[in-house]
């Protein structure tokens, strides 16, 4: 608690009981002063004290926590105003939560205050008889404008006190307003004559008009509704505040219109006087307003540039995750454009150059571009995405990007700047609205692969620095799909020519005839269905597999072939018959964690009299079926078992069949005969028929016969083995 003689002191003791029952009397305008002390100053909190010997009298407050609101006062040992008035000067305080002797003091613990300002209050004799103070429960830095502010307004409660003394409120108060750094004018009448201005708002607003006008002359821009705003305030006497409003004018000393921001507040001049309280009245046509304006821009563009920059993040965020959704680069494309509109353009194209060139040079003339990618705002022609536009000269955006190697910036079509060469197909779009253009070229293994076209129409404002940096961050991003696109044709170029390898013709087998045929879901899809067949030592045996490995990628290719050498090892190693060899591939799979689900059927065929002998075994896969002449076809369902799962494993059984002269036994994987709409078992019965049916042909064309119906859906392997006869 602070002590000293000051606070017993009989003369400031009696100046604080002079002016209490003042100040309580006028309770309304030192709210409004301890209002505007906060507003100011950009604090929650704002209080008017008189300090006694024990009790602060909190004849003004606005934002301060119950009971102390309702009670109007509270000890001396709370709070930082106290010591305030012993100082005998302004007092702040900035984070009371890093003080040692401030973090325990009743202001931090008890009312939350962090960040204190105070400024003592000294009546017309001297005596100090209280303060004006602002805090805030956060830290803060209060600023040298801050500090002139609060001492400024401070002289403004001193005045209201004075109402019955001999100092001239009015002139008090204009002298308070001069010294203070926000916008001040004050307005008399019902028409709001402007009879005040002080320096500040001169500097802000221009000296002319003069004073004596009414606002809405004097100043065009302030007619409408705040005119209604003034008309209400003065009507209800409650005040009005707004922030971030928002006037864009040629200033004074300036030659274009400007945007800038204030907090603004109006506010009846004579602060809540009473009629009949003793202090005097104010008549209806002598009351007028106090208008006060703090220029916010620095704050207002700082918070918008955060808010921007936010933005352009959470758009790069977007664009870097569209790289890892799919291999499908062209949808990766057409994503990054979709992107930058129209947070960052109004029009975006990506041209991928069908040969890439170095940047930096001239390239060889004509240059043909696919246009892969486009988005714009509604209202801009975007073209057709196409292939091979051909641009033949040098004043373009993608010949001059090139020939820079960079980023580059241009207006379209100012009396300055020729039109550009374009083709008819980009002409159309480039000039429809568009002023400016940004090009930013593509670089991939160091050469130009594709021009990403960025445009502003209208009255939209040219990109700023931070914004040219998020569009060229777009162009790397195109450059990082176009790389994985790259990479990823590379590397299934490479699978398929694996797959291939290992999909080798059939052998030739004396008493046989082997034919095979492989079908990829798409062009140039690399999948994990194959089919093998190899003799097994010298008695002419021969081993056959169907597979399939889940899956339409490079890993189910690799997990393909991986299976495949293992299988022709165990097979040829002949220990185990076909049950027992896929037994041992699902142990080993589990050893090199091989984790592709996979189905098969493996059989070894050996010759018996003039027909052939079959024993065979199945991981879960679609059984084989025989057709024998002059019987019907016959699934070989008799031997079973589980597909190949990391994991488990279960025996498998295996069974055994004659092959007769003339018979033909047929191996295919669920993609010869699964359709979306279709039971599995129909499907394989209407195979059955077909293949029937299709018998008599040799066993080249029956393949071919039987893949002609196939689905497009799905890889096919099939393997047909037929015995003379």
Known sequence: MPTGDLLSDPERLAAVDQALPIAQADRAALDRLAKLAALVLDAPVGVVTLIATAQQYLVGLTGLREPYATLRRMPVGTGYCPATLLAGGPRYI?????????????????????????????????????????????????????????????????SELALHGDIDRRQRLLKAFDNAPAAIAVTHGPDHVLEYRNPAYRTIFGERPPAGLPIAVAHPWLSGPFRTVLDQVLATGETFSATDVSVTLVWPGEQRPRQRFFDCSAIDRDLGLRRGSGVGRVSAADRGLLVVAVEVTDRVEAVRDLQRRARHQELLARASATLNRNLDTAAELRELARVAVPELADLSIVHRLARPVPPGRMPPLPVFTDRVAAAAIPGIELPPLATHVRWTGDGNPIIETIQEGRMLRRPIATPAVPRWSLPPSAAATIHSGLNYVVAAPVIVDGLVAAIVVFGVCHDRPLWTDDELGALGEIARFAGRALEHGLSYERTRASALVLQRSLLTDPPEVPGLELSARYQPAGHDEVGGDWYDAFPLGSDNGLAVVIGDVVGHDITAAAAMGQLRASLRTLALDRA????????????????????????????????????????????????????????????????????????????????ETALPPGSTLLLYTDGLVERP???????????????????????????????RGAPTTDDVALLAIRVPG
């Open 94 to 158: 900035e984070d009371a939560a890093k003080d040692p002797e401030l973090s325990g003091s009743s202001g931090h613990a008890e009312l939350g205050f962090v960040a204190y300002a105070g400024v003592p209050l000294r009546d017309a004799a001297g005596h100090l008889i209280g303060t004006l103070c602002v805090a805030d429960t956060r830290a803060r830095r209060w600023r040298p404008v801050d500090r002139r502010a609060l001492e400024a307004l401070a002289e403004s409660v001193v």
């Open 576 to 655: 185990d018959g076909p049950a027992g060899v896929l037994d041992r591939l699902g142990v080993i799979n589990d050893r090199l964690r091989i984790t592709q689900f996979a189905t098969l059927v493996h059989a070894e065929l050996s010759q018996a009299g003039d027909g052939w002998r079959m024993r065979w075994a199945v991981a879960g896969h679609p059984p084989p079926f025989l057709v024998t002449p002059g019987a019907r076809p016959r699934l070989l369902t008799e031997a079973t078992g589980m597909a190949l799962v990391a994991g488990l494993a279960r025996p498998r059984t295996e069974a």
């Open 677 to 707: 709409d279709t039971d599995l078992y129909r499907s394989i019965v209407a195979l059955e028929v077909r293949a029937a049916a299709a018998m008599e042909l040799p066993i080249e064309k029956l393949c071919d016969e039987l893949l």
